[in-house]
């Protein structure tokens, strides 16, 4: 599955920031990749998935995620590639082939990747999780606890890819977010002011007492971002 209109986009804005010796070495990156699609698995790692893990020493960490999509997009890694990627890979990677699933996989074989990120606490990696894949194949029980996911963290509800779509008129999610709203006003902690928005969205109106008015919330600090 590809989505060649954001992956040209990707490139050219690349080229149009990386310095010489950076657009060289993707270059020479995305030809290794290219060339071993559909090549069986080695015990040897093969020579792009290197590449793929120096892409922040090698173009930045400003731009290590696009570079390992492009990577990863010009390999045509499959699911078990990239579950291999992740399950190896340090936090800036693991980001990266999060952020690569709508490109990747067509059907829901990747959703374990997005139910581990979604169980850390690491902010960056649970906004990656709940991006466009999360929006087409999470079932409507864990979408909903995505969400909550994100308040839970502070990460921005901008996150979640086709919020308004699938928050709206979601009954149980109101319930869910009414009652977290609750348990955070009984505790004496304020309630984070992006439940508001998802609230509105549901079309349905929670108990107004459990609802305090809106006060931003402290994101978590997560994992640090590694190369």
């Given at each position: 599955?590809?989505?060649?209109?954001?992956?040209?986009?990707?490139?050219?804005?690349?080229?149009?920031?990386?310095?010489?010796?950076?657009?060289?070495?993707?270059?020479?990156?995305t030809?290794?990749?290219?060339?071993?699609?559909?090549?069986?698995?080695?015990?040897?790692?093969?020579?792009?998935?290197?590449?793929?893990?120096?892409?922040?020493?090698?173009?930045g960490?400003?731009?290590?995620?696009?570079?390992?999509?492009?990577?990863?997009?010009?390999?045509?890694?499959?699911?078990?590639?990239?579950?291999?990627?992740?399950?190896?890979?340090?936090?800036?990677?693991?980001?990266?082939?999060?952020?690569?699933l709508?490109?990747?996989?067509?059907?829901?074989?990747?959703?374990?990747?997005?139910?581990?990120?979604?169980?850390?606490?690491?902010?960056?990696?649970?906004?990656?999780?709940?991006?466009?894949?999360?929006?087409?194949?999470?079932?409507?029980?864990?979408?909903?606890?995505?969400?909550?996911?994100?308040?839970?963290t502070g990460?921005?509800?901008?996150?979640?890819?086709?919020?308004?779509?699938?928050?709206?008129?979601?009954?149980?999610?109101?319930?869910?977010?009414?009652?977290?709203?609750?348990?955070?006003?009984a505790?004496?902690?304020?309630?984070?002011?992006?439940l508001?928005?998802?609230l509105?969205?549901?079309?349905?109106?929670?108990?107004?007492?459990?609802?305090?008015?809106?006060?931003?919330?402290t994101?978590s600090?997560?994992?640090?971002?590694?190369?």
């Amino acid at each position: 599955m590809t989505q060649a209109p954001v992956i040209d986009d990707l490139r050219t804005r690349l080229d149009a920031t990386l310095g010489g010796a950076a657009r060289a070495w993707l270059d020479q990156a995305t030809a290794e990749a290219a060339a071993h699609r559909g090549r069986p698995a080695r015990s040897q790692t093969p020579t792009w998935e290197l590449r793929f893990a120096e892409a922040g020493r090698r173009c930045g960490q400003d731009h290590a995620d696009a570079v390992r999509v492009l990577l990863l997009h010009a390999a045509e890694a499959d699911p078990a590639t990239l579950a291999r990627l992740y399950g190896q890979g340090t936090a800036a990677e693991r980001r990266a082939v999060l952020l690569a699933l709508p490109h990747l996989v067509r059907g829901p074989e990747a959703l374990p990747l997005v139910a581990d990120a979604l169980r850390t606490n690491d902010t960056r990696l649970v906004a990656a999780a709940v991006g466009p894949y999360a929006a087409r194949h999470l079932t409507p029980h864990d979408w909903r606890h995505a969400v909550l996911k994100c308040l839970f963290t502070g990460v921005p509800v901008d996150a979640v890819a086709e919020l308004d779509r699938r928050a709206t008129d979601d009954a149980e999610l109101a319930r869910m977010l009414g009652d977290y709203a609750g348990e955070r006003t009984a505790a004496g902690r304020t309630v984070p002011g992006d439940l508001h928005r998802v609230l509105a969205l549901t079309a349905t109106a929670a108990p107004s007492a459990a609802v305090a008015a809106p006060a931003p919330a402290t994101p978590s600090t997560g994992e640090e971002q590694e190369s």
